[in-house]
């Protein structure tokens, strides 16, 4: 069993390996993508003065299940296109790691909508923030090195909202906690991307 096992887990490294350039072109789309969406989504609350905390949180947990949707079609289509299977060991492997953050987040999010008030809208954001940062850092270890400090990166950045949150006042306004959303889910989304971009045409030239 315990050889079983091990040739399992040399497998899943070996194919990770093999296919590390497949997920670098895939992630970058991927994560131009979720910037966008998030940058449009932190956009369109502010335009639509999106307050109260069940309505906040609805909007960015409908932007949450639509970069999500894109992200996998966005992943399908390049695995078809490669010839690839799309739930490989490798894929399922990131899946199990990023699973529970994600769904403690949403179970937070959920408590929130329950029982929170407008005042709850910064845990929202900055405990979203976290636990994405940590389900991207677990993913990471199998995924191009550059995930796991970008979700060290998002984390830290999480933290840095903590400090600074309460200078921006109670309740009486979103606009901090959806320009948040936006620089966390959108801004650094899109750098990253752009950065997989350019690196990746470097190499090419190379």
Known sequence: MDQHVAAEHLQVIRTLMERSALYRRTLAPIMVWAGSAGCAASLGGLAFRIEALPAFAAWWLVTAVIVVAGAFAIARRQAVADGEPFWSPPALRVMQAAAPPLASGLLLSLGLIAFGGDDSRWLF?????????????????????????????II????????????????????PDHALMGGLFGLAHLGYGVYLYATDRRKNAA
Not at 129 to 151: E, I, Q
Not at 156 to 175: D, F, H, N, Q
Request: net charge positive; glycine share 12%; proline share 4%.
């Open 156 to 175: 830290a950045a999480a933290c840095i909202g903590v400090l600074l949150r309460p200078m921006a006042g109670a309740a009486a306004t979103a606009r």
């Open 125 to 153: 954001v900055l405990a979203n923030a976290l636990l994405y940062g940590c389900a991207v850092h677990a993913a990471g270890f199998f995924m191009p090195r550059g995930m796991k400090l970008f979700g060290w990166l």
